[in-house]
C-alpha cells in the first residue's frame, strides 16, 4: 500500500503510515464518476533509474488516454537532497515539453496544487469529485497532477 501523504510504501495490513504515521486508506488506483476519471501512478515505486521511471510514466500516461481517464496524480517523490529528486525533475521537464506540445491539458506541481487558489481551485471546479480524492496531494511536492487532453 502507498500512503497517500508521503508516497512511502507501507506494509498492505498497516493501519497508519510508519514514515509519517498518517491514517491509511485503501483506495483503488483509478476513480471514476460520470464527470472524471482519476488514476495515481507511483513511478518512484521500487526506486527505479530516473530512465525506468519516465517510461513507465509515458505508459501509465498513454494507457490513462485510452481508457478516458481525465486526471492522473504521479508519485515521483521529492528526493532526500532537499530540493527535489532527479526522477521529479526530469519528470516535471517530460511534462513541460508535452504541455507544449498540446499532448496534455494541464500540469500542476504539488508543492503549488491549492484547493483555495490558482490552477488547483479551478481543477477542483472543473471536477469537484476530486476535492475527497486529492485532499492529500495538497502542497505537496512529491506528486504532479496532470490533466490529460
Do not use: W
Request: a positive charge; aromatic letters at 4%.
Amino acid at each position: 500500500m502507498i500512503c497517500d501523504v508521503c508516497g512511502n510504501e507501507t506494509d498492505a495490513g498497516d493501519s497508519t503510515c510508519r514514515f509519517c504515521d498518517s491514517p491509511l486508506k485503501p483506495e483503488p488506483d483509478t476513480v471514476k464518476s460520470d464527470d472524471v476519471a482519476h488514476r495515481i501512478v507511483n513511478i518512484e515505486r521500487g526506486r527505479p533509474l530516473v530512465e525506468t521511471a519516465l517510461r513507465k510514466m509515458d505508459n501509465e500516461l498513454e494507457r490513462a488516454r485510452t481508457e478516458r481517464v481525465r486526471v492522473v496524480t504521479l508519485i515521483h517523490g521529492y528526493g532526500s537532497s532537499g530540493k527535489g529528486g532527479k526522477i521529479r525533475t526530469e519528470c516535471r521537464k517530460v511534462l513541460d515539453y508535452q504541455l507544449q506540445q498540446q499532448k496534455i491539458n494541464a500540469v500542476i506541481p504539488g508543492e503549488t496544487f491549492r484547493k483555495r487558489n490558482g490552477s488547483g481551485k479551478a481543477l477542483m471546479q472543473r471536477y469537484p469529485q476530486l476535492e475527497r480524492i486529492c485532499s492529500a496531494d495538497f502542497a505537496n511536492p512529491g506528486i504532479t497532477i496532470v490533466v490529460l487532453r
